[in-house]
């Protein structure tokens, strides 16, 4: 009756084990673009409402090291116009379970206003000023994120965002 009981157990054991595996993923960040809430978006100026651009994305991190209380270089997002790089801090992601390993989703929001989304114009004009021989700008983004070992993601890009230049 013992050996049942043992046998038993270990089955038991042996279930739970390969069905619970902690997720192994690679030490390197990896992104995956989600998505972004809208395609257009207005220009961000004194004349125009408030809006905001959401881009989310998806990750995983192998060591757990996402986020740094004493950093503010984390989020890199890089403008496809003019390659300017706009760095966002992450927050620090606490461990899931027993593994280090994370996963998530994460939704950084961009306000257009005051001036955060803006037009800029092939003929050199004042940016985040409407200007009526160009109407529309287009863009995206190129995304990387960097944990605290110093480990660069993968680069993954947005679609084309129409910003409307009234």
Same mark, same amino acid.
């Given at each position: 009756?013992? *050996?049942?009981?043992?046998? &038993?157990?270990? @089955? %038991? ?11 192994n ?9 989600? /998505? ?5 978006? %207005?220009? #961000?100026?004194a004349n125009?409402?408030?809006?905001? &651009?959401e ?5 995983t991190? @192998?060591? /757990? !090291?996402l ?5 503010t270089? =984390?989020?890199?997002?890089? !403008?496809s116009?003019? /390659?300017?790089? =706009?760095?966002?801090? %992450?927050?620090?992601?606490p !461990?899931? @379970?027993?593994g280090?390993?994370?996963s /998530?989703?994460?939704?950084?929001? %961009?306000?257009?206003?005051p ?8 003929d #050199? ?6 200007n009526?021989?160009?109407? *529309? =700008?287009t863009?995206s ?5 960097k944990?605290?070992?110093g480990n ?5 890009? *947005?679609?084309?965002? *129409?910003?409307?230049?009234?």
């Amino acid at each position: 009756m013992k *050996t049942t009981y043992y046998l &038993l157990a270990l @089955g %038991l054991a042996f279930l739970v084990y390969n069905c619970v595996q902690p997720p192994n993923y690679p030490n390197t960040p990896q992104i995956n673009y989600v /998505g972004i809430n809208q395609q257009a978006i %207005l220009q #961000g100026n004194a004349n125009n409402p408030a809006d905001t &651009l959401e881009i989310t994305l998806s990750f995983t991190d @192998g060591d /757990g !090291d996402l986020g740094n209380d004493d950093s503010t270089v =984390d989020f890199f997002l890089t !403008d496809s116009r003019e /390659g300017f790089v =706009d760095i966002k801090k %992450l927050p620090v992601i606490p !461990d899931q @379970g027993i593994g280090n390993g994370i996963s /998530g989703e994460i939704t950084v929001r %961009l306000l257009n206003k005051p001036f955060g989304i803006c037009c800029t114009y092939p003929d #050199g004009s004042t940016p985040c000023v409407p200007n009526a021989n160009f109407p *529309t =700008d287009t863009m995206s983004y190129t995304i990387q994120i960097k944990d605290r070992a110093g480990n660069m993601s993968n680069k993954i890009q *947005t679609e084309t965002i *129409t910003i409307l230049c009234n």
